[in-house]
């Protein structure tokens, strides 16, 4: 199974991103989707995750700028970040529960210029 995601990239502050991450390969469930994030020297932290019914989390300093969504027939996630701060500077991973098993995407680097 594999998730691939796409979107990242350098953006002025303000400005606006998204994120698509798709699962393929061998899938008979999808729990929960969602988006992770790193930078150098801090541990990988929760930015948003989404349920298969459509319940979802996310982390404070992203509320009311980061939406997250899925489509369930693509077996797919998105990411949708407004308002980029410098701070949201991060490589930028996929999860995905299938089949009880978790996953992780390969990561993208979103850069946000001040």
């Known amino acids: 199974l594999q998730l691939v995601e796409s979107g990242g990239g350098l953006v002025q502050a303000g400005g606006s991103l998204r994120l698509s991450c798709a699962a393929s390969g061998t899938i008979f469930s999808i729990y929960g989707m969602g988006w992770y994030r790193q930078t150098p020297g801090k541990q990988r932290e929760l930015v948003a995750v989404?349920?298969?019914?459509?319940?979802?989390n996310s982390a404070d300093s992203v509320k009311c700028r980061f939406t997250i969504s899925r489509d369930n027939v693509k077996n797919t996630v998105y990411l949708q970040m407004n308002s980029l701060k410098p701070e949201d500077t991060a490589v930028y991973y996929c999860?995905?529960?299938?089949?009880?098993?978790?996953?992780w995407g390969q990561g993208t680097q979103i850069t946000v210029s001040s």
């Open positions: 989404i349920t298969s019914d459509g319940n979802t």
């Open positions: 999860y995905a529960r299938v089949n009880f098993n978790n996953y």
